[in-house]
């Protein structure tokens, strides 16, 4: 009988008894789980949170613009905001020209450039003070890169690297080429009347030159697939031409014979990184600049995809390609989608064919 009556007893004692030890639902304060921090777009690095440390900014590449000159910083008018994380500045920056370090702009000559850029504080420019500034044309515009204040210790430097092609790189007496890290050595007796030599394999520094023509298209794939390959598979064809009346020779663009090295000529400028186009080897025999004559083109095609290197994008994103030859180039901007374009690649690395084989 004592079970029961202690049953009974607790069964009919106030509720206030177990209030004080049995907190009410309304009463718990649960402590939120910490929000997880979004995942990165592919292709991006971490997202950061506003508020913490300023990554710090890479030095200008000032060798891998197509332009790069100074002068005096007139205007700057800020532009759209795009609401993004980290947000994406617009402004156009009105400048007059002083000197041309490299490009096709004249001294004194007043230009407005666009400038954008995806960071998390709002970019801070040197107006009304003499500025050193590098960029490329697309579509017409000029699209400034870097702007900085001009520094007269570091002219000099900027002068050196914008007189060597694209993708070439160092300081006077080790100066690298995109084919340092092949085993072929340029013949020792080819100096061309070069002024600059890659320090590894003795490769002269030669230009793409005046009076001929560079262009780069995408090569439309075999077979369109709808949201997977809108930019084909990898492939740019790459057309050099003669629009004047006479001869014009581009030293930059070797040939054997009548058989123009197209992979042996072409650099690519990948996530601020150079590589030879691939099934390069480096030149290790005698050859020739290619002279094309009054109206004369011609083609070769190369495929960055093959390129190993390059962090590859996961899922669907875009990654650029700097195509070059000489100081001229082409920036392209190519969509990859990892469950296609990954299996181009295995095939390229493989050296199997991307597109059908006739019978």
Request: contains cysteine; hydrophobic residues 40%.
């Amino acid at each position: 009988m004592k079970p029961f009556f202690l049953a009974f007893v607790i069964l009919f004692l106030p509720a206030a008894t177990f209030a004080k030890k049995i907190p009410a639902p309304d009463r718990v304060q649960v402590k939120p789980a910490p929000r997880p921090l979004p995942r990165p777009l592919p292709g991006r690095g971490p997202i950061l949170r506003p508020g913490g440390p300023e990554q710090e900014k890479a030095p200008p590449a000032w060798a891998s613009h197509q332009h790069v000159f100074t002068g005096t910083l007139d205007k700057v008018l800020a532009g759209p905001v795009g609401r993004s994380f980290p947000p994406m500045f617009t402004h156009k920056l009105t400048l007059t020209v002083k000197e041309v370090i490299r490009g096709d702009l004249k001294p004194g000559q007043e230009v407005t450039v666009s400038h954008v850029a995806r960071q998390r504080v709002k970019p801070v420019f040197p107006e009304g003070k003499p500025c050193v500034v590098g960029g490329e044309k697309s579509r017409g515009t000029l699209q400034a890169k870097d702007v900085v204040e001009l520094d007269l210790k570091e002219i000099d430097a900027i002068r050196l690297a914008c007189s060597l092609p694209l993708g070439w790189a160092g300081k006077a007496g080790s100066i690298i080429s995109p084919w340092a890290a092949l085993a072929a050595k340029w013949p020792a007796n080819l100096k061309e009347g070069a002024k600059h030599f890659c320090a590894s394999t003795g490769r002269p520094a030669l230009g793409f030159g005046s009076g001929a023509s560079f262009e780069v298209e995408k090569v439309p794939p075999e077979a369109e697939i709808k949201w997977t390959n809108p930019d084909g598979d990898g492939e740019y064809k790459i057309t050099v031409g003669n629009p004047t009346a006479q001869a014009v020779t581009i030293p930059a663009l070797r040939r054997i014979g009548g058989k123009i090295l197209w992979n042996e000529s072409v650099a690519i400028l990948c996530q601020n990184k150079t590589y030879p186009a691939p099934g390069s080897k480096g030149l290790g025999v005698a050859t020739a600049p290619v002279v094309l004559q009054p109206g004369q083109k011609v083609s070769g095609i190369v495929n960055p995809l093959a390129l190993e290197g390059p962090s590859w994008p996961k899922g669907g994103y875009r990654i650029s390609f700097q195509i070059c030859l000489g100081e001229r180039s082409s920036t392209q901007s190519f969509y990859y989608m990892s469950r296609h374009h990954d299996g181009i690649r295995a095939k390229l690395k493989a050296g199997q064919p991307i597109r059908s084989v006739g019978d």
